[in-house]
């Protein structure tokens, strides 16, 4: 199955999700970027569960955001997600948020592989080719 990259997860936001000043919360954005990298794995055929299952833990060791514009109570947004760098024992992932063709946010988080007991792990086989599926090298300007 040919996988689109950057890979688009679309979601409309809550009202919970918003501040006083009716835009989406600052912290809100990271949890945008996890629900659409979740679904980025469950569509290369690897849910995160099963990973878990598995002995492999991705913890989130690094992220950035960068706001372009507000968003607001029932926007449909589309998060644009890729594997923007793969290491022997870390990846990092990109994002951009669009609502239509207006950019919301672009950023970036970066996850190590650990096993439960927290040791470090290579990424190789199945996971490395996971990944490698969703590697995507074009410049979106995430910084």
Do not use: C
């Not at 290491?87 to 672009?106: E, H, K, P, Q, W």
Request: proline share 5%; charged share 25%.
């Amino acid at each position: 199955m040919d996988l689109p990259l950057p890979f688009p997860y679309t979601l409309e936001v809550r009202y919970q999700e918003t501040d006083q000043m009716g835009f989406v919360h600052h912290s809100v954005y990271l949890v945008y970027f996890e629900a659409a990298r979740v679904a980025l794995l469950r569509a290369m055929g690897k849910p995160y569960r099963q990973l878990e299952q598995e002995g492999v833990l991705l913890p989130l060791v690094e992220s950035h955001v960068r706001y372009r514009q507000p968003a607001y109570f029932e926007d449909q947004l589309t998060v644009w997600t890729w594997v923007a760098e793969l290491r022997l024992s870390s990846f990092r992932m990109g994002y951009r948020i669009t609502r239509g063709d207006v950019l919301i946010a672009t950023g970036w988080t970066r996850h190590a592989a650990l096993s439960p007991e927290g040791r470090v792990l290579r990424i190789r086989g199945e996971l490395r080719s996971l990944l490698e599926r969703g590697v995507w090298n074009e410049d979106l300007d995430t910084g």
